[in-house]
């Protein structure tokens, strides 16, 4: 699996990808995500998986990758 990045390790706009990418997900979930990927935690990746699950975690990397590659 590739790696996981916080929004503030990315720079300015990351957030907002990000909030896009589960910009369909039930508002306490989206705050939770938000939450797991600014804090500091070494099992960034698994708390991800079980908040959204292995499919959404995937898509949300997809983007995120797109997204460094368009940089």
Known sequence: MGAVFRPKDLGKGYRKVI????????????????RVLLSEDIN??????????????E???KI?????DDT
């Open 19 to 34: 909030e896009n990418a589960i910009k369909d997900l039930h508002p306490d979930t989206k705050d939770t995500v938000i």
């Open 44 to 57: 960034l990746e698994q708390k991800l998986k079980g908040v959204l699950g292995q499919d959404r975690f």
């Open 59 to 61: 898509e949300l990397l």
């Open 64 to 68: 995120l990758r797109e997204r460094e």
